[in-house]
């Protein structure tokens, strides 16, 4: 089993800053694909970065790419996203996600619905 809380959300001003954070507990074996997803009022679930934590390799959307940064700390059993330059847009629920991948090209990209464990969720909310 694993467990993921989410923390760091919270009301920003466009072009401000927030790093997300997500505990993480529970199985190794099960988690090594992990990501975070978000979702806007009215729209679908869209993913936003992924990590395969066997090898720390790192995988975003294209059109986030270069404003957040998703790390790692394993010592502190740990994932976090850090998130610069956010815009309204951006504004929306932030959730971790855990699964299994056997390959780090399978956890590239990888779809919510394959995703086995969530978190509860994070607000962010950007303003202009």
């Known amino acids: 089993q694993v467990q993921l809380v989410e923390s760091g959300g919270g009301p920003v001003q466009a072009g401000g800053s927030l790093r997300l954070s997500c505990a993480v507990s529970?199985?190794?074996?099960?988690?090594?694909?992990m990501a975070w997803f978000r979702q806007a009022p009215g729209k679908e679930r869209e993913g936003v970065a992924w990590i395969y934590t066997d090898d720390g390799s790192t995988t975003y959307a294209d059109s986030l790419k270069g404003r957040f940064t998703l790390s790692q700390d394993n010592a502190k059993n740990a994932m976090y996203l850090q998130m610069n330059n956010l815009k309204p847009e951006d504004t929306g629920n932030y959730s971790c996600?855990?699964?299994?991948?056997?390959?780090?090209?399978?956890?590239?990209?990888?779809?919510?619905?394959?995703?086995?464990?969530w978190g509860q969720g994070t607000q962010v909310t950007v303003t202009s």
């Open positions: 996600a855990a699964t299994r991948s056997f390959d780090k090209s399978y956890c590239r990209g990888r779809a919510a619905f394959d995703f086995v464990f």
């Open positions: 529970g199985t190794p074996y099960a988690r090594n694909c």
